[in-house]
């Protein structure tokens, strides 16, 4: 899809936690009539506008029913703004969670939610640390793509977003080009959504995909991998559709090959 021709306000709902009256922004959610949410968490180095388009563009790629909702945190958009896009991704947490709740307050009763590169340390650890109060925030599926999260910790959280998820999916690459810029930023602290030689992360109750061979990024503006990217995105849809677990497409297959028991997924096209 071109984003010049693209009316990002017909295909999703934006909210600016600040500005917004909460009960009318509630109402404004009843009125869609609709059940399911996916709510997308963009990354780091990523301007409110870039952010907007990424959101339309894969609710369009994915042909999503429900209704979309973009949790635009406070990123500077600036590759030299590491530090401060990550203290403000960790000042999120909170919001994220009220925006979760708020849609169960409109009716929805199926929420998803996809994270992208640094805004996986948002969600990640807002639904971990969720996992240990009285009255945890669950939701359906977490969709991890190239998660800019130190692997450490994302492997520390990962058991308690287990225990308020449906299902969860770590889509990898070493390819990445967001991540990796990232991985450089951090002084090359190994990211979770990195696939080093010893492969991706694998935990239970963790369905792992290495996306390396789609190109260089999942999400981008502009496609210019669309054809092994239409794919993956083709993945992601019966996913959100079915919850189904992998393999859902030909082009997914366990790794190692039969007769080992597979450890993880890789996307072969």
Known sequence: MRRDTLDPTKHFTIRSIEKTDEAKWIKTLASTKKRKALVFVHGFNTKFRDAVFRAAQITWDLQFRGTTILFSWPSRGDIADYLYDKESALASRTAFLRVIDDLYKAGYDNIDVIAHSMGNLIAVEALSNSAATRSPTAIAQLIMVAPDVDRDMFVQDISGVAKVTKGLTLYAS????????????????????????????????????????????????????????????????????????????????????????????????
């Open 174 to 269: 070493k390819n990445d080009k967001a991540l990796q810029l990232s991985k450089r930023i951090a002084g090359g602290i190994p990211r979770a959504g990195d696939v080093p030689d010893a492969g991706p992360v694998v935990l239970p109750g963790l369905w792992t995909i290495d996306v390396s061979l789609i190109g260089d990024e999942l999400f981008g503006l502009n496609h210019n991998t669309f054809a092994t990217t239409r794919n993956v995105l083709n993945d992601l849809a019966i996913l959100l559709m079915e919850g189904k677990p992998p393999p859902r497409l030909v082009e997914i297959r366990g790794f190692p090959e039969p007769p080992q028991k597979a450890a993880y997924f890789r996307y072969i096209p």
